[in-house]
């Protein structure tokens, strides 16, 4: 094996590993008996992560860090939840006791958009 | 404001009809400077302003109007802790202009979160010119109560939610299109508006220049931030037939132009804080700028309507150069 080849060979399993650790970090959020994450941070105009999986009968709790008001309202009909405008550093909770799929959105910036899975 | 005759930034003057011209504006789109063109009842014609005997000809129907947007009352941070101070900066612009304006189109954020105070301190700046004031609303004017606050506040009773008026021979239509966005979408006109839109052109001549204002832009400036409206298409195939077409909005914090068929676009400055050009920032908020430069990206346009030989110019003034 030369040097160069050697080096590609390492990036690689280096990669793998590295893909390995990810799968691993992920995988907690879709597992029922792990608490998950329950935070969505509103940032550049985005939510963050736009697609969350809770159990049933978690809060989530949605965070603005943007310098812009932004709302959090359920894309359906009817509407489950909907927040009033959270200005700088505000937040807005909701507690999700039936599973479900919940698509939501910013009114104000409707191409900002998340979705919920509540298992 | 500048003299339109001698301060207008106009580019080399074109002498050919048609493609040439329509390349030249196209590929003025992010220029930023105030450009100008010829109306002949209606029809667009060749010349740009160029300083000659027909652009100092005053013609008694003439008249201008200034375009103000996005004056944010209410917002407080960086860069722009006092957008009350600026909005009123630009109002003493369009009062010690040398041309009085017929009146002043508000195309919306008139303030930053829907607050009665905010509204009232806006319109208070805004109303001391003495000139009538024409809104429309933006996202941020109706946060709360469908916007109800807001159209009680700035709607005449017997108007809906949009109007058209006319002065001098122009049609002029203001349109709203941030009510019932959808999830995934972009501003939103809606059937009602459209079809009020249908009947409010059918009753005019392919020669009316027409001007449309509306907070967010009806062409696709930037999707991806939003900056489009979901059934703008509809609302321009209603509008082709007409000679002279000019839109204006606001929403963007930047002056931004594109030329579609006879259909003239024109993104107007902020009076409270820019907004980065499209893609160049992580997202579409205030920009960060430092303070001495914060009122060289501030501003309001001045808009001039001369009939027959008539030139219709866009210039957009900065509060500090």
Redesign the interface.
């Given at each position: 094996m030369t040097m160069p080849d050697l080096g590609r060979a390492l990036v690689a399993r280096t990669m793998a590993a590295m893909c390995f650790a990810m799968a691993l970090a992920a995988a907690p959020a879709f597992a029922a008996d792990t608490k998950p994450a329950t935070t969505i941070v509103i940032?550049?105009?985005?939510f963050s992560p736009a697609q969350l999986s809770v159990a049933a009968g978690s809060t989530v709790t949605w965070e603005n860090h943007?310098?812009?008001?932004h709302?959090i309202?359920n894309?359906a009909t009817p509407r489950e939840f909907k927040s009033?405008?959270l200005?700088?550093g505000e937040h807005f909770s909701q507690t999700f006791s039936k599973p479900g799929t919940y698509?939501?959105?910013c009114?104000?910036?409707?191409?900002?958009?998340g979705t919920i899975v509540v298992k | 404001m500048p003299d339109l005759d001698t301060s207008a930034v106009s580019p080399e003057p074109l002498t050919e009809h048609g493609a040439r011209r329509r390349t030249a504006l196209t590929c003025m789109a992010w220029a930023g400077a105030g450009m100008l063109w010829t109306l002949n009842g209606g029809v667009p014609g060749s010349k740009l302003i160029g300083g000659t005997a027909q652009a100092a000809e005053v013609d008694r129907h003439a008249f201008s109007f200034v375009q103000i947007s996005d004056s944010h009352i209410g917002f407080s941070?960086?860069p722009n802790l006092d957008p009350t101070s600026t909005l009123q900066e630009a109002v003493d612009k369009i009062r010690t202009n040398k041309e009085k304006p017929k009146f002043i189109i508000h195309t919306g954020d008139i303030s930053?979160?829907?607050k009665p105070d905010q509204f009232d301190t806006a319109t208070q700046i805004i109303q001391s010119t003495g000139l009538d004031v024409h809104y429309v609303p933006g996202?941020?004017d109706v946060?709360?109560d469908d916007g109800n606050s807001y159209f009680e506040r700035f709607s005449k009773p017997s108007v809906p939610k949009w109007y058209s008026f006319d002065q001098s021979g122009v049609h002029f239509i203001g349109l709203t299109n941030v009510l019932d966005?959808?999830?995934?979408?972009?501003g939103f006109l809606g059937d009602e508006q459209l079809a009020w839109l249908q009947q409010d052109l059918h009753a005019r001549t392919s020669s009316t220049p027409i001007v449309v204002f509306a907070h967010i832009p009806l062409w696709s400036l930037y999707?991806?931030?939003?900056w489009g409206t979901d059934d703008s298409a509809r609302a321009l195939t209603l509008m082709k037939r007409f000679g002279s077409v000019t839109v204006l909005n606001g929403h963007v914090h930047q002056v931004a132009q594109k030329v579609e068929g006879e259909i003239s676009f024109y993104s107007a400055l902020s009076t409270a804080f820019p907004q980065p050009a499209p893609g160049t920032?992580?997202?579409?908020?205030?920009m960060k700028v430092p303070a001495d430069q914060l009122r060289k990206m501030l501003g309001v346009r001045s808009v001039k309507y001369v009939p027959g030989k008539a030139q219709l110019a866009v210039v957009d003034t900065r509060l500090s150069v």
């Open positions: 940032d550049n105009f985005s943007d310098d812009m008001p709302t309202v894309d009033a405008p200005d700088s698509k939501y959105f009114s104000i910036h409707p191409h900002m958009t | 941070k960086d930053h979160l829907s996202e941020h946060l709360v966005l959808r999830g995934g979408g972009l999707p991806q931030w939003g920032a992580a997202g579409p908020g205030p």
